[in-house]
């Protein structure tokens, strides 16, 4: 029995000595050369209308070791102040590194960033070996993001005053004003529809007055200035307006009253929902002719108009944004899923999709 216990106290002796064999064996890992990551700029703001350019090049070199490891290099941008917590993670093989408007603006978004606020976003390179990390100094970049959506490059107007459905309150919440439609003119614009009497101007952005018309020196003329004055509307009726604010004129002529009226005015398609759903507009109760839907969720595709849930009326046209659609038309395109103010005149068939950015 005792020579059983030395025989087992030798084994593990010697199995105690391979152990401490194998460990004097193993290397330690050291960084020789830790990576490096430089930026050809610091501060970018992105451009939303160029979304495929080119915003920011990153150039960086691997680390090296002292003995042949295999490993895994990443970039990794975060906000700055958070330790990379959270942080955009892509694994990387080659340099340099371009990045798009578009990408880096998925980045910061995704990062918390605020649309158009500068944000300090830390950027650097992870070398993984194995589950051990080696990091690059951190670089700071300042970025200013955009706001997702269409690239809308137009500038709408609104009516305000006692002769236009919005009144003279002038508050972002209002949500009785109604847009001129646009042209293919830039800075021409025209409203068919009911004038109540009184006087009106026009704005730029419900909510604000800067950018702002009304009448100029003598009746058909405008003025840009905050001194001028309303635009009268001796009876009320409906008119044809336009405007030209590159000329500063305009012209107020009354038309005869509709003499067709609907129950119900809808967005029908995939665009809208699908194409057995109708999506109603709301009929405002100054005019009864001007259908409105706020903040309508709209899905990148296609949609028409359609009087009282019935094909048998139907308005469309192939182009985006605004037009005058044409009975039994084309398909209205929406190219991204965003939210719309989407109107709607039965008088004219003009239609706009404004974004609400």
């Not at 997702?148 to 002769?163: F, K």
């Not at 107020?252 to 005015?265: C, G």
Request: hydrophobic share 40%; glycine share 8%; proline share 4%.
């Amino acid at each position: 029995m005792k020579h059983f216990f030395k025989i087992l106290a030798i084994a593990f002796i010697g199995i105690f000595i391979i152990s401490c064999e194998k460990d004097e064996d193993q290397a330690v890992i050291t960084e020789t050369i830790k990576s490096k990551i430089t930026p050809d700029k610091t501060t970018i703001v992105l451009d939303k209308a160029n979304p495929d350019n080119v915003a920011l090049n990153i150039t960086w070199n691997k680390s090296t070791f002292n003995i042949p490891v295999v490993y895994t290099q990443q970039i990794q941008f975060g906000i700055k102040g958070k330790n990379f917590k959270d942080a955009s993670t892509t694994e990387v093989t080659t340099s340099p590194l371009a990045y798009t408007n578009k990408q880096l603006n998925n980045i910061a978004l995704s990062l918390g960033a605020a649309t158009n606020v500068a944000a300090e976003i830390e950027v650097r390179i992870r070398t993984l070996v194995g589950a051990a990390p080696f990091y690059s100094a951190v670089t700071t970049l300042v970025v200013t993001p955009y706001l997702l959506g269409p690239t809308y490059n137009y500038t709408d107007l609104y009516l305000i005053g006692d002769a236009t459905s919005a009144g003279w309150d002038n508050l972002a919440t209002n949500t009785k004003f109604s847009p001129l439609q646009k042209t293919a003119t830039a800075g021409v614009y025209s409203f068919t529809g009911y004038f109540a009497k009184g006087g009106f101007k026009l704005i730029k952005t419900p909510g604000s007055w800067d950018n702002q018309y009304g009448l100029g020196g003598s009746a058909g003329t405008l003025s840009a200035s905050g001194t001028s004055g309303n635009i009268s509307v001796s009876a009320a009726g409906y008119y044809k307006l336009t405007i030209d604010t590159n000329a500063l004129t305009y012209t107020f002529n009354a038309i005869p009253a509709p003499t067709v009226t609907y129950t119900t005015i809808s967005m029908i398609g995939t665009a809208s929902g699908d194409w057995s759903t109708d999506v109603d507009l709301q009929k405002s109760t100054f005019d009864p002719h001007i259908w409105v839907k706020k903040n309508a969720a709209m899905s990148s595709g296609e949609f028409k108009f359609r009087a009282n849930h019935d094909w048998g009326t139907n308005w469309g046209k192939a182009q985006e944004f605004f037009g005058v659609a044409e009975l039994g038309g084309g398909n209205i395109p929406v190219s991204e899923t965003f939210k719309y103010d989407v109107y709607f005149n039965d008088i004219t068939a003009e239609y706009s999709l404004i974004p609400v950015f």
